[in-house]
């Protein structure tokens, strides 16, 4: 890290991260912005990542069908960090700003997902972590490899409701893997637990660290 020739660039695309978290990465666009080469973001993104301030997400699926991603999302491993440098605040969500409330959907994401990854570091019989996006806009946010081929999905959705329509991407997740889609769980602001379908459940997100 001592070799960084331009040290003021960091925090600047740390900044633009912050603007693409829980969002497929897009590092042309960073590198664009901050007047720096591509190959130049791509080794200070890889020295954010050193420090544990950010985290890429690999691409689930790539041979599940030709129409899914193979791009990484970013992740910002601060949740907390990453609303201050959204300049994020309790007045500007209070408002129901559509731009907050979009900024706040990723947050909750980003959070969500990270709790899921600090579990997913103790526990044994999983044998890969992504996220799965196609083409034609289905996406699950995490998915989980166990080592016996089965796979669980997690979806978080920042809402009091899940309604039939955001259940979508789990479902074709489901209808995709067949029988080695063991779980598909979609996590919300609500307090309600219940079974939407057929391996398909819907929990509120503190279900991650209480009974």
Do not use: C
């Amino acid at each position: 890290m001592a070799r960084i020739e331009q040290a003021a660039v960091l925090p600047r695309l740390l900044g633009r991260l912050a603007g693409q978290t829980a969002q497929v990465l897009n590092l042309s666009r960073a590198a664009q912005d901050l007047k720096i080469s591509e190959r130049t973001a791509d080794n200070y993104l890889r020295l954010l990542e050193a420090v544990f301030l950010v985290r890429r997400l690999p691409a689930w699926g790539t041979t599940l069908t030709s129409r899914s991603s193979s791009r990484p999302k970013i992740h910002v491993v601060d949740s907390g960090i990453a609303a201050r440098l959204l300049r994020l605040s309790a007045d500007k969500l209070s408002s129901r700003d559509p731009s907050a409330m979009t900024e706040f959907g990723h947050l909750l994401e980003t959070f969500v997902i990270g709790e899921i990854l600090k579990q997913v570091s103790w526990l044994d019989g999983i044998s890969g972590v992504g996220h799965w996006r196609t083409r034609d806009g289905h996406e699950v946010d995490v998915v989980l490899d166990l080592d016996d081929g089965g796979v669980v999905a997690f979806e978080v959705k920042a809402a009091q409701r899940v309604g039939t329509k955001e259940l979508g991407p789990l479902r074709k997740l489901r209808d995709a893997v067949g029988p080695a889609f063991r779980v598909g769980i979609a996590l919300h602001l609500g307090e309600r637990s219940y079974t939407a379908e057929d391996r398909i459940h819907v929990m509120p997100v503190d279900r991650l660290w209480s009974p």
